[in-house]
């Protein structure tokens, strides 16, 4: 028991001491910091180029991009190079993988596969300055197959969008954020 004043002094400073201390670890949240110019008001983003066979993927991809800029930043998007905008953000899809991963013991059916998309982009600015760039986007969105025949929904293209708007918000944190 602390009946001493000191002690209890001494026990208040330390006490205050360390709550001090802890408070300033250098906790910070997350999206406070830009990178980008302050002069950077429009960007274009032309449709994702899609060097794969898989239709349609590009199209997916600069959708979801477009919509996640909208909805994240104040900069006017376009989508026509008018000569206006200040810089580029170009993507193009390099790989397009889909394979099955679970199968039914007992009939041997696939009940799960798992589509996998590599892609690289970069934010350039009127100029060629390249502000942010990511070669080697990796995603990955597991889906389960539908074996009754009666009901049968393809679930790869549902899944491919799912995997374009995990992308798309990566993609917009990346670039606004500065990690």
């Not at 206006?84 to 889909?98: E, F, K, R």
Request: with cysteine; charged share 15%; aromatic share 10%.
């Amino acid at each position: 028991m602390i009946d001493h004043p000191l002690c209890r002094r001494l026990c208040v400073a330390w006490v205050g001491t360390l709550l001090l201390l802890m408070t300033g670890c250098g906790y910070h949240t997350g999206g406070t910091a830009v990178r980008l110019p302050s002069d950077l008001h429009t960007v274009y983003v032309p449709a994702f180029t899609n060097i794969t066979q898989a239709y349609y993927v590009g199209q997916i991809f600069t959708e979801a991009v477009i919509k996640e800029l909208r909805s994240r930043t104040n900069y006017r998007i376009v989508t026509a190079n008018d000569g206006t905008a200040d810089a580029t953000l170009a993507g193009v899809i390099t790989n397009v993988y889909s394979a099955p991963l679970t199968y039914d013991s007992t009939t041997g059916a696939i009940t799960s596969s798992i589509v996998a998309i590599n892609l690289r982009a970069s934010l350039t600015t009127r100029d060629g300055k390249v502000l942010w760039s990511n070669p080697n986007f990796l995603y990955r969105e597991q889906y389960q197959e539908s074996n009754n025949t009666a009901s049968f929904f393809e679930e790869a293209a549902p899944a491919v969008q799912r995997v374009a708007s995990s992308f798309s918000k990566t993609l917009v944190s990346d670039i606004l954020e500065a990690y």
